[in-house]
Structure formats: structure tokens, C-alpha cells
């Protein structure tokens, strides 16, 4: 049975974003499940990924991505529908922001066409205003300080 993209539920989206915590907060907004739309993938009724994005006029963010079995494809099918979605509603400029420690995440994108555009330097005070529990240390020990904005041309 193939695994198809449907359109994400409130139900979903607060399901997977318990996990990071609420709210999710990048450079360019504070969002709370019902602020976004998504796709979520599922397989026998089970959640086993979710993308969920912001947008206005030409220009989105993708807010989050999970993809809970690594390695099968899920992630890049996710990010794949978000773009076919958002360029059918006009967006020609796609962003996603993800912490400085993250690497797995950078080499994703980048894979997908993504390129790096912006530092935000000690960006992730900003997400601690939110969430102070944020520790300092991120993955592989790296110190969690930055967030990295990566972009990419869609819809052309």
C-alpha cells in the first residue's frame, strides 16, 4: 500500500509538536498548531510523519518537519507535497529554519536544493524567551547558540 501525503489535523499537528513543545518559535513567527497547515503521513492509521508550514503572498516557512522512521524516504515525501501544495497558492520563495547544531537537518535541505541564506546570531535566545528550558548543548555537544535559515526557489 503506497504511503500518500493527506492534509494534516489539528489533532495531528498538537500530537507531533507536544514533543518539541508549544510554541514553536523561529525568526519569523511565534506559532501555535492553529497557525499553520500541514500534510501528515500515516500508515495503518498510525502518525508517522508530519510537515506543517506558514505562508503569505509569494514567500512560506516550513514551521516543522518529522519524519519518525528515518531512512525510508518520509521526510523528503513530506517536503516534496508542501512544495507542490504551496506552489499551487502562488508561493515562489520556500525558507526553513533549524538550530546551529542541527547538521543532519542542514545536509536534508541541502539535498533538496535548499541553500544556506542567513545566520541569525544568538537566535536562540529569542526561542528561550518561550521556552526556557532549552538546554545549552545541543546534538553531538555542540553549544546551541545560532539558527540557520536555508531557501529555496519553488513553483518555477
Same mark, same amino acid.
Given at each position: 500500500?503506497?504511503?500518500?501525503?493527506?492534509?494534516?489535523?489539528?489533532?495531528?499537528?498538537?500530537?507531533?509538536?507536544q514533543h518539541w513543545?508549544?510554541?514553536?518559535?523561529?525568526?519569523?513567527?511565534?506559532?501555535?498548531?492553529?497557525?499553520? *497547515?500541514?500534510?501528515a503521513l500515516k500508515a495503518d492509521g498510525k502518525l508517522i510523519g508530519l510537515v506543517t508550514w506558514a505562508h503569505s503572498g509569494e514567500w512560506a516557512e516550513i514551521v516543522s518537519i518529522d519524519a519518525f522512521e528515518r531512512g525510508k524516504g518520509y521526510g523528503r515525501l513530506l517536503l516534496t507535497?508542501? *512544495?507542490? *501544495?504551496?506552489?499551487?497558492?502562488?508561493?515562489?520563495?520556500?525558507s526553513v529554519i533549524t538550530s546551529n547544531d542541527n547538521l543532519p537537518a542542514v545536509g536534508f535541505y541541502q539535498k533538496l536544493g535548499f541553500r544556506l541564506r542567513r545566520v541569525h546570531l544568538d537566535?536562540?535566545?529569542?526561542?528561550?524567551?518561550?521556552?526556557?528550558?532549552?538546554?545549552?548543548?545541543?546534538?553531538?555537544?555542540?553549544?546551541?547558540?545560532d539558527m540557520w535559515e536555508l531557501e529555496k526557489p519553488i513553483g518555477y
Open positions: 500500500m503506497a504511503i500518500i501525503p493527506t492534509p494534516a489535523t489539528q489533532a495531528d499537528i498538537q500530537s507531533v509538536w513543545g508549544l510554541p514553536l518559535v523561529t525568526m519569523r513567527g511565534v506559532y501555535w498548531p492553529e497557525d499553520v *497547515e500541514g500534510f507535497a508542501a *512544495e507542490n *501544495e504551496l506552489a499551487q497558492h502562488g508561493v515562489t520563495q520556500l537566535a536562540m535566545d529569542r526561542v528561550r524567551e518561550h521556552k526556557p528550558h532549552i538546554p545549552a548543548t545541543g546534538l553531538g555537544g555542540l553549544p546551541l547558540i
